[in-house]
């Protein structure tokens, strides 16, 4: 079945670091959304892209839609502890199900 | 807050029983989605009701099952349990049951089977 690829799958960082995660599949896909998960809580979506190509931020996040349409990375830039927490991809199956990665954990070193 | 409510927070068990997980979508959205969150799987998706009726059916066992109800809320049933079924259940609602819409995730509720 269709799968979403997610690495890192866990970030050390110090904070105000930048910080680079990414969402690869061998299938195309229409719709990349990126997810934040806290401990304790469900998934909040962050950003979601439509386009191949768009690049779109929220705050000091920015997603980029790959061109191939088969890949889409999320920015953090000058990362704060409330950064930590698990990052997911996300895209619509051809079943009209919402795939995941396996998420990426991201820890903040004040 | 999403505005999805999920009941009970935790959940203990033992193999072999039967529990039922609830969902009260936000107000006006009328789908609802199920995952599973585990360790290794990470979050998969179940099944998915629209308006009272089954819209799509994603990795979900026969031992389960869902239903969603005239009020919109929702219920998933876990039959005899087995020690793997531990996890995290989320539900989720949307407006409408369409693609690229925006799903809010309730709180979860926590499964363990002893």
């Known amino acids: 079945g269709q799968q979403l690829n997610q690495s890192p799958q866990s970030m050390f960082i110090q904070e105000g670091e930048d910080v680079s995660m990414n969402c690869t599949s061998s299938?195309?896909?229409?719709?990349w959304l990126w997810y934040k998960q806290d401990p304790g809580e469900g998934p909040v979506l962050l950003i979601a892209l439509y386009k191949a190509g768009e690049l779109t931020s929220n705050g000091r996040l920015t997603a980029q839609f790959g061109i191939t349409r088969k890949d889409s990375f999320l920015n953090i830039s000058a990362s704060i502890p409330s950064d930590v927490g698990i990052y997911f991809c996300?895209?619509?199956?051809?079943?009209?199900?919402?795939?995941f990665g396996k998420g990426t954990k991201l820890s903040v070193k004040p | 807050d999403s505005g999805v409510t999920q009941t009970p927070k935790h959940l203990i068990t033992a193999t072999g029983q039967r529990v039922t997980l609830r969902c009260s979508p936000r107000?006006?959205?009328?789908?609802v989605y199920w995952y599973q969150q585990s360790l290794d799987q990470g979050l998969q998706f179940l099944i998915q009701?629209?308006?009272?009726?089954?819209?799509a059916k994603g990795n979900i066992l026969e031992r389960f099952s869902a239903q969603q109800f005239p009020d919109l809320h929702s219920e998933l049933n876990l039959s005899s349990l087995e020690l793997g079924d531990s996890a995290l259940y989320f539900c989720a609602s949307s407006v409408s049951q369409g693609r690229g819409e925006t799903q809010y995730f309730g709180p979860g509720t926590r499964l363990l089977v002893l």
């Open positions: 299938s195309i896909f229409n719709t």
């Open positions: 009701y629209y308006n009272g009726e089954e819209r």
């Open positions: 107000s006006g959205d009328l789908s």
């Open positions: 996300a895209g619509w199956g051809s079943q009209g199900n919402l795939i």
